[in-house]
């Protein structure tokens, strides 16, 4: 649901757009096209979360100190295949034994830190995960 018309909040006009969640409602405040304004936050959402992943909530990518393009674009390279390789597991393991929901009805963890605690605790001990390691590596590559 969408105001078409715009309303003045704090002295500037802007467009509102609402619409009802499993969590509750998304309002969401617009400069233009209110129509619009909720795909465009979900899209955007999803952007942040990826940029979560790969920074504060996983390969804190912004400790990185390099500046040379060609290294910097290997790095992402590496940390969108890993980011790739985490979520498909954390798929992969919610579909084995569905992650926990907490009481404010979101996931205890989400299914990238899923995948990427379930890479780590095998690649940590590689010796006794051979088996579960080329299992990971079957469900990664489809077959």
């Known amino acids: 649901m969408a105001i078409k018309k715009p309303r003045k909040i704090w002295g500037t006009e802007v ?3 609402c619409v009802r969640s499993s969590m509750g409602r998304v309002v969401v405040i617009s400069s233009d096209k209110p129509e619009q304004a909720i795909e465009r ?3 955007r959402w999803g952007i942040e979360t990826l940029f979560g992943c790969v920074k504060t909530r996983g390969f804190d990518l912004e400790a990185t100190h390099l500046r ?12 969108t295949l890993t980011f790739g390789m985490c979520f498909k597991t954390g798929l992969w ?16 963890k989400s299914i ?13 001990d590689l010796p006794s995960n051979v088996a579960r ?7 990664l590559s489809c077959t």
């Open 133 to 139: 390691f080329f299992h990971a590596f079957r469900v």
């Open 68 to 79: 040379d393009p060609e290294r910097l674009s290997m790095l992402f390279f590496v940390v």
């Open 15 to 17: 467009y509102l757009a």
């Open 112 to 124: 990238f830190r899923t995948g990427l605690d379930v890479l780590r605790e095998i690649l940590l």
């Open 41 to 43: 936050y979900r899209r």
């Open 93 to 108: 393991q919610h579909q084995r034994k569905s992650i926990g929901i907490k009481k404010h009805g979101r996931r205890a």
